[in-house]
Structure formats: C-alpha cells, structure tokens
C-alpha cells in the first residue's frame, strides 16, 4: 500500500473499533458489571483487537513463512494491513483510556501504547519491520485469555455458583480454565516471543539504523518490564490464593 492508503487503512480502523465500543453499549450487559459499564466496553473491544490481530498475524506467517527471515524488509499486503488496523486499534484505545480514565490508573496503558504506536507508525509509513511488528502480535493470543478472564471478573463470574461470599473462593471451571491459559499464554506469547524479539535485535545491530535500534530496545525494555509485573500479579491473584488456602485445609 501507498502511504495515503495506508493512512485510511489506519484512520478507518480506529473508526471501526470506536463504532464497536458503541454498538457494545447498547448490548446486554451483565448486572454486576453495569456500574463499570465503561471498561466492560473497554475490554469488550481490545479482546475483539486481539482475537482479530492473534489469528491474522498467525496467518501471516503460515501463508508467508519466509517473512522470518527477512523481519526488515520482508512484507505482504496482508501483513502490512494487519499493521496498519493494530495501529489504528491502539490510536483508538490510547484516546478511549486518556478521554475516560484518570492518569494515575491508566499511565501504564498509555505508557504500553504510546511505546506501541512509535513503533508501527515508523513500520507502516516506512514499509520496513512489518515482519518484526507481525512477531510482536502474536502476544495478542496471551492477550485474548487475559481480556476473558478480566470480562469473568466484571460479570462476577470467577466463583463457582452458590459459593459463600464469606467462605474461601472457589473458582468456576470456566474461571480456572481461563486463569491456566492466560498464565501458559503469557509464558510462550510474551515472555518467549520478546525474548526471541531482543535476541533478533541485538543480532541484528549492524542493519538497524541507530533510531531505529534506540526506539526498538526501549519499547522491549520497558514492555518486559511490564510483562514480569503482570505475570507477578497474575500469580498473586490466581495462583498464590489457591495455594495459601490449601495450605490452611491440612
């Protein structure tokens, strides 16, 4: 695609993903998640982005196999659309958390953003690091897992029907499922993939022009530092409960 194709590829993405976000308002929505009606429909749409932007850049690489090694300048107009629409999907919840929630809640997602959005703006004008972008997506099959069980703890799912509010939790099937996959996911889609990102960078120092390099080692800087945070809490949350509460039962 040309640049200004490109530009409403980009532009015509973030409109569909705010038309989204609106036709989910007028959607039913479970009671107990009617009073954060705001981030039910938040979430509702990233996990849209990621089932879409998951499946399409595994696609990408089945199709075009010889994408991975050339991550500089190999690229389709498969794989450069799917960059283009995550680029508008990030535009959109970059402004949709800015506009509605407050900066101190929502510095670390716009802070994830804003190191996103520099990095496939420079892939989707210039055409280059469209196979390397395409890597970074596949964290967003991790993603549609954490985006169900966020959806499963809004609508007060996460306990097993009946459960007493005052006993210990016990984890819906659906909840527990949903919990071991975002855990695994997280594992192979984002710790493995921005590892195998950072070797790549580094091995291929001498090809990449120094702003490039700069912007590319401190966007997987700071993402890794986010991805060990959320895994940290991710085991508070899920895992370390059960195994405290186990412990007690002996």
């Known amino acids: 695609m040309d640049l200004k194709s490109t530009l409403l590829v ?16 007028f959607l039913p929505t479970p009671e107990l998640a009617r009073n954060k009606s705001w981030k039910w429909r938040n979430i509702s749409t990233s996990l849209a982005h990621s089932s879409l932007t998951g499946a399409w850049a595994v696609v990408c690489f089945y199709i075009q196999p010889h994408m991975v090694e050339d991550l500089i300048s190999s690229q389709s107009l498969l794989s450069h659309s799917l960059v283009a629409v995550s680029t508008g999907y990030f535009i959109h919840d970059f402004l949709d958390v800015a506009l509605n929630q407050s900066f101190k809640r929502s510095r670390e997602v716009l802070l994830h953003h804003s190191l996103v959005l520099s990095c496939f703006s420079l892939s989707v004008t210039s055409r280059l690091y469209v196979g390397y972008a395409v890597v970074s997506l596949l964290v967003e099959i991790n993603s549609v897992f954490l985006h169900i069980r966020q959806l499963l703890l809004l609508s007060g799912r996460r306990n097993m029907p009946g459960t007493d509010v005052k006993a210990p939790p016990r984890p819906s099937v659906t909840y527990s499922v949903t919990s071991a996959l975002s855990l695994g996911t997280l594992l192979v889609f984002r710790v493995c993939t921005l590892a195998w990102m950072t070797r790549w960078l580094a091995a291929h120092t001498e090809r990449v022009p120094r702003y490039a390099l700069t912007m590319g080692t401190v966007g997987l800087s700071l993402i890794s530092i986010m991805n060990v945070v959320l895994f ?6 899920d895992v370390l409960p059960s195994t405290h509460n186990t412990s007690n039962g002996r």
């Open 232 to 237: 940290y809490r991710l085991l508070r949350a």
């Open 10 to 25: 980009v532009g015509g993405s973030a409109c569909c993903f705010k038309l989204l976000n609106t036709v989910i308002r």
